[in-house]
């Protein structure tokens, strides 16, 4: 079993940036896909970017250019930098684990350990 935990979100202005964190526990990280979604409030979730074990790499159109996925196998850290925020990136932003897989999974379901996500509000 993996234990994920979020840390880095807040209130940020229109056009600020914020860093995500995910650390992972229990096994090892390496190996697994990793993903982050954001749910906003009425809405379904959504992946925003997500990275498989040998580097490849997804961003859900309305991030692209804008966000960043990083991992850092020596501290079992998964990173999303997220750059010229706007009102529309609020949301509940959740880490997710997933097998490993050449192809980066791009639904939920493909994801089977979750962290309880963090809070990120871009004003206007």
């Known amino acids: 079993q993996v234990q994920l935990v979020e840390s880095g979100g807040g209130l940020v202005q229109a056009g600020g940036s914020l860093r995500l964190s995910c650390t992972a526990s229990?096994?090892?990280?390496?190996?697994?896909?990793m993903g982050w979604f954001r749910q906003a409030p009425g809405k379904e979730r959504e992946l925003v970017a997500a990275?498989?074990?040998?580097?490849?790499?997804y961003y859900g159109n309305s991030v692209k250019g804008r966000f960043t996925i990083l991992r850092d196998f020596a501290k079992n850290t998964l990173y999303l930098q997220m750059n010229s925020l706007k009102p529309e990136d609020t949301a509940v932003y959740l880490c997710?684990?997933?097998?490993?897989?050449?192809?980066?999974?791009?639904?939920?379901?493909?994801?089977?350990?979750w962290g309880q996500g963090t809070q990120v509000t871009v004003s206007s």
């Open positions: 997710a684990a997933g097998d490993p897989r050449a192809v980066v999974a791009t639904t939920a379901s493909e994801y089977a350990h």
């Open positions: 229990g096994r090892t990280f390496s190996r697994y896909t």
């Open positions: 990275i498989n074990w040998i580097g490849n790499t």
